[in-house]
């Protein structure tokens, strides 16, 4: 079935206000980039001033959005340049640069302090069976949609969020 064919459930604005990459107030990078203790010792187990600047970044929105963002410089260089000045001001943004091995082992960090879950192969299979129950007593693609995020944010697993949207549902 290509993307055409396919059942919009939610209007694009309401992905973008769920899914979409967050577009912070400075009072809102005031609160999500400021670093706990338990934080600050978390982030410092990374040499590199990028990493470091990546963690906190990633963190932000985790607390925003209980979500992960790949690395985009353009959509987040306020956010990173509010970082910069912050906490490192000698850095350059230029300068920026963390590998996918360091930002999914970031990801894992700041999952984990947050009690959240990658949804592995076995968790799938739950997840399938919950969509399949589900289906079977609400054909409503919005309560089929609803319920199973419901189902993941009870249930602290993130990783999947932005598939179901895109590849089950839309």
Known sequence: ??????????????????YGHPQ????????????SEEEHLEKDQFKLISGKILFILQLGYF????LFFSLDKDLSSKDILYIIETFYPDFKIEDLRVS???RLFQQKII??????KILKTPGRKLFDKKAAYLAKIHSNPAYLFNE???YLDNEKIFF???MIIYTILL
Do not use: P
């Not at 912070?24 to 670093?35: A, D, M, V």
């Not at 607390?63 to 209980?66: E, V």
């Open 148 to 150: 199973l995020k419901n």
């Open 1 to 18: 079935m290509n993307a055409s064919n396919r059942l919009n459930i939610l209007e694009e604005n309401q992905i973008d206000e769920l």
């Open 160 to 162: 999947l969020q932005k």
């Open 63 to 66: 607390k925003c959005r209980s």
């Open 111 to 116: 999952a984990d302090m947050f009690g959240y």
């Open 100 to 102: 996918d091995r360091i």
């Open 24 to 35: 912070l107030s400075l009072e809102e990078r005031q609160q999500y980039f400021s670093l």
